[in-house]
């Protein structure tokens, strides 16, 4: 689970990852790719994986609790962001964090 600095609402995330935002303009604390860590501020990332497709637990994260979903699949009647490759998002998440923060000069 992590946060995105200055980053709270879908929107805007969809902005920043290239994303088609379906359903209304939630406002998000965490971010998690593990459905089974969802609480009410949470925004479910679904991943490709070797044994799990995160596309499947979109539902299911949904049902217990997150805000919306990040995925390459729309799903009718619930609110998202669907992308091309969900791994190519999380890398432009991290790209726009990394932007965020001024290093120190030593």
Not at 33 to 50: P, Q
Not at 83 to 88: A, G, H, I, N
């Amino acid at each position: 689970m992590f946060e995105l600095i200055d980053v709270n609402d879908l929107a805007s995330l969809a902005k920043i990852i290239d994303g088609n935002l379906t359903g209304e303009n939630k406002r998000f604390q965490y971010i998690t790719t593990d459905s089974r860590r969802i609480n009410r501020d949470t925004l479910f990332l679904a991943l490709l994986g070797e044994k799990y497709d995160g596309n499947d637990f979109c539902e299911t994260a949904i049902e217990a609790g997150a805000q919306a979903y990040i995925s390459t699949k729309e799903i009718i009647n619930k609110t998202g962001i669907v992308v091309e490759d969900t791994y190519l998002a999380l890398l432009k998440m991290a790209r726009y964090q990394q932007q965020q923060v001024t290093p120190k000069n030593p």
